[in-house]
């Protein structure tokens, strides 16, 4: 994914903007990582009790890490601070959340309600369906942040926008 091109907003428009980006940010990433945390907590569970779960352990934490990568991202940029380093490698950290997203869904998720195996079986299979449903809606709650704060930035005044 290319890396986004945010102008530099500048007073208290930008101010206010970058605000409500932050707080949308945060308040995105909470409800995001909650089937993180259940996802995380199965992980370990199953690696206590000896059936697997290494990637839901490691996988749950890696993809909350890339997803706050990426948002402090778009939140450093809408408060018009200027390029830095780490931020070239939050672009391709979005694979991250699609991946272990897809993976829950599909493998954990529908390939369980596809083999069956009883009652069981199926609702943990439709369970990590809905938490796996959760994690990439999560995610493109994110990516329409991104959306809005570079729609947001270009009119602010003295950005070619609106008139202070």
Request: charged letters at 10%; aromatic letters at 10%.
């Amino acid at each position: 994914m290319p890396e986004p091109t945010f102008p530099t907003p500048s007073g208290q428009a930008a101010e206010t903007v970058g605000r409500a980006i932050q707080k949308l940010a945060a308040a995105r990433l909470g409800r995001g990582f909650v089937p993180l945390a259940l996802l995380f907590l199965v992980g370990v569970g199953k690696l206590l009790w000896g059936s697997g779960g290494l990637v839901l352990a490691l996988g749950a934490p890696l993809t909350a890490g890339a997803m706050l990568f990426y948002a402090l991202r778009v939140v450093e940029r809408s408060f018009g601070r200027p390029p830095r380093a780490w931020m070239s490698l939050a672009g391709p950290a979005w694979v991250v959340p699609v991946g272990f997203g897809v993976w829950v869904l599909g493998w954990l998720g529908l390939r369980g309600v596809a083999v069956g195996g009883g009652v069981i079986s199926v609702s943990s299979a439709l369970l990590f369906a809905g938490l796996g449903t959760w994690v990439l809606r999560a995610w493109h709650k994110i990516l329409e942040l991104h959306s809005l704060a570079e729609a947001m930035i270009p009119v602010l005044p003295g950005k070619g926008g609106v008139e202070s």
